[in-house]
């Protein structure tokens, strides 16, 4: 049933991430006005000024409070002021893991009237419009590793891939599952078993197995680094990618760049389970660059919002922005606009 009140955490983070949240909960006001849900945010400080300011992360207590909402609406975490890793590591990979965001849902679709760096009307005639599945729990972000004689000459480091058949079947199980509802009914594994053998005949066997439950949908594998050639040659190819958290963070970059780049690529970091609230935010990071100046485009952002309103059920909704974003990337073309533009303009089409 659909939710009738939301309890949002929104965490705005590092440069331009609260720029891009608040276009996005403009959005999310617009296309809830008076007949949708109610929806209560409550603000939640993390990132590189509460680093400075006290040296925390991710406090515990903050964890537990985030537990108890539906859904987090998050923009970017991450600053050039803050030593590499330190917030990755400290805030953004803990979200993940302690809410088991085991599917990290990227869709990649290229609307009307965006512009692709591809030829597609050669390499992709019936368009682009796949997702990926990337695992979020696992692989080589977990953390299991360590160095010995750092800074030496002799220096040894390791980052070992966790894979436990528990977790990839899990998330193989989802994407078969939304392989399923989809028209194409296609699923490809991304993987490199023929050199990481261990943890890619696990993923290899997996798909071969829960596929048989899914009868209806056809399998294809390709190793990661043909993938890649693939997402340029003959994207059209794809529907359901389903691959672990390192390959999953690279390919969607590429697909990200072919359907009209990186602001336009939402994400969803699930629980399909709903123990915990899923956490929906934009796949590019905090762009110190550009941070500050209304430049960044919050199109990501609030199709991230659309997911969120899907997940929660308000299938309505979430399309009627999805509509609204497809309608100003329509009429915008390469028109350069600021942050607040365009989220005014999508904002007064609901
Ligand atoms: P980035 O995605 O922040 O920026 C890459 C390039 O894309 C930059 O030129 C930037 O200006 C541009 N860009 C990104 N978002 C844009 C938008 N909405 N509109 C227009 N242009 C946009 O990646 P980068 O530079 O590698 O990372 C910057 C920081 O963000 C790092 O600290 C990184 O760790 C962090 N990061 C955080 C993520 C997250 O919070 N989930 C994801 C990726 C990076
Ligand atoms: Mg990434």
Known sequence: TPADT?????????????????EGLK??????????????????DL????????????PDSVLDELRGHDA?????????????GVLERGVLLPLRFALQHYVNLRPAKLYPGVQSPLAVERVAPDGIDFVVVREGTEGPYVGNGGSLRTGTPQEIATEVSVNTRFGVERVVRDAFARAAARPRKHLTLVHKHNVLTHAGHLWRR?????GAEFPDVETAYQHVDAATIFLAT?????????????????????????????????SGNINPERTTPSMFEPVHGSAPDIAGQGKADPTATI????????????TEESARVERAVAADLAERGDRVCSTTEVGDAIASRL
């Open 303 to 314: 199709l991230s919002v659309s997911m969120l309103l899907e997940h929660l059920g308000r």
């Open 27 to 44: 959005v999310l006001e617009a296309v809830t006005g008076d007949s949708g849900p109610k929806i209560h945010t409550t603000e939640y």
């Open 234 to 266: 003959d994207p059209g190819r794809f529907d359901v990618i389903v691959t672990d958290n390192l390959f999953g963070d690279i390919i969607t970059d590429i697909a990200a760049a072919i359907a009209g780049g990186i602001g336009l690529a939402a």
């Open 6 to 22: 939301v309890n949002l955490a929104v965490i705005g983070g590092d440069g331009i991430g609260p720029e891009v949240v608040a």
């Open 72 to 84: 987090i609406l998050l923009g970017a975490i991450g600053d050039p002021t803050v030593p590499s």
């Open 47 to 58: 990132g590189a000024r509460r680093w400075h300011a006290t040296g925390e992360t991710l």
């Open 206 to 210: 997996t798909v071969e197995e829960v």
